[in-house]
């Protein structure tokens, strides 16, 4: 009898296909580091042939969607091919991309695809501010027609916002400028202390937790009763209210589901996620020489995570009443910041220490000095 998803214990759910370590532009706050490619060669690409193999043995371990992440996936000269193929086995289809090169060709044959998800990275609402971020003149008039051209093949983008210091005074003209291009919904990231991400940091470009938490309240009470796009705020659970968590309005819980998930970079290797880029510990065998079936059920880094998760959580994490679901927020960057995969997540450690963590979403028994 052959071996279907409910045989699985640990079922792999989705997959993180990183189609290139290269990019078209110089993000300054990219977490994993890609090199800057100006044309469509010299850069590693996945190889078609081996990420439909890992696709065919990943559908008998539960696999139902696929997201194509990069670098820059659109650089990918079988990109089409990609989609096509994902369309022929009915899986879900995540795409995040900064738009620059996409196409209304390219839109149709995106959109060609019944579940199709699209984000495009928009950092600014005018081309000053989004081009420093990005690193490249021109991208901006690029990026808001790759929006129009996915609006226009009837698809609905999600415009991504990372906040920074030169750019969180725009929130609300990017989210104006994204209902006028037609988007379905706006997410707001925390910028990550991860490769380009802690030198901002290290540079005080980030926001601090204060100013962070500050202004999520400002975009969760007041600006998002001010439009009718769904906004996201990318904050850990302990710092959402309950109403944009679980109301049938609110947006859910934006959590990694680490544990049904598995990523494979640009060089056909398994590994956590594109932390592994950075992160050699995190890489976990190459597809050309070991099944993914077995990654998948034996590799001692992923075992680990599903019997440790959340109980083995450290710092605020093994405090916080919000654990059960947030896991930790993000375990790769937990690893890239504390060479643990049970370290706590930066954001909340940070807060907690600064006492601002919320002491409703705190364990009773957890001391929390009196504030001054």
Same mark, same amino acid.
């Given at each position: ?166 750019? @969180? ?13 037609? @988007? ?86 398994? @590994? ?101």
């Amino acid at each position: 009898m052959s071996e279907t998803p409910l045989d699985i214990e640990w079922p792999l759910r989705q997959i993180y296909f990183y189609l290139t370590d290269g990019c078209n532009l110089r993000c300054r706050h990219c977490w994993i580091t890609p090199k800057f490619q100006g044309t469509r060669s010299s850069h590693v690409y996945l190889d078609v042939e081996i990420l439909t193999s890992i696709v065919e043995q990943a559908i008998p371990l539960g696999l139902t969607g696929i997201k194509l992440s990069g670098g820059e996936p659109l650089l990918h000269p079988q990109f089409i091919e990609i989609i096509r193929f994902i369309k022929t086995k009915e899986l879900r289809l995540t795409i995040e991309t900064n738009g620059v090169l996409c196409t209304k060709e390219l839109a149709l044959s995106i959109s060609a695809h019944r579940e199709a998800f699209v984000s495009i990275s928009l950092d600014g609402a005018d081309a000053q501010t989004h081009e420093w971020v990005r690193g490249m003149p021109g991208c901006f008039k690029a990026t808001l027609q790759g929006v129009r051209n996915l609006v226009r093949a009837g698809l609905k983008p999600q415009i991504i916002f990372t906040l920074m210091r030169r750019n @969180a005074d725009q929130v609300g003209q990017v989210i104006h400028l994204a209902e006028q291009l037609g @988007a379905g919904s706006v997410k707001l990231n925390v910028l990550q202390p991860t490769e380009r991400g802690a030198l901002m940091h290290e540079s005080d470009q980030a926001l601090t937790i204060k100013e962070l938490i500050e202004l999520g309240r400002w975009v969760e009470g007041s600006l998002a009763q001010l439009t009718e796009l769904k906004l996201i705020i990318h904050f850990p659970p302990a710092f959402r209210p309950l109403s944009r968590l679980f109301d049938e309005n609110g947006d859910g819980c934006a959590v990694c589901g680490i544990k049904e998930i598995l990523g494979v970079l640009g060089d056909g290797s398994y @590994a956590l996620c594109g932390i592994g880029e950075s992160t050699p510990e995190l890489v976990f065998g190459h597809a050309e020489s070991v099944q993914l079936k077995r990654i998948w059920q034996e590799h001692a880094v992923l075992k680990q995570l599903r019997t440790g998760l959340p109980e083995r959580l450290e710092g605020i994490c093994a405090e916080c009443l919000m654990k059960s679901i947030c896991s930790g927020a993000c375990i790769a960057q937990n690893f890239y910041s504390n060479g643990s995969l049970w370290g706590p997540y930066w954001f909340c450690q940070q807060a907690y220490n600064e006492q601002l963590f919320p002491e409703t979403r705190l364990h009773p028994s957890t001391f929390y000095p009196k504030k001054r």
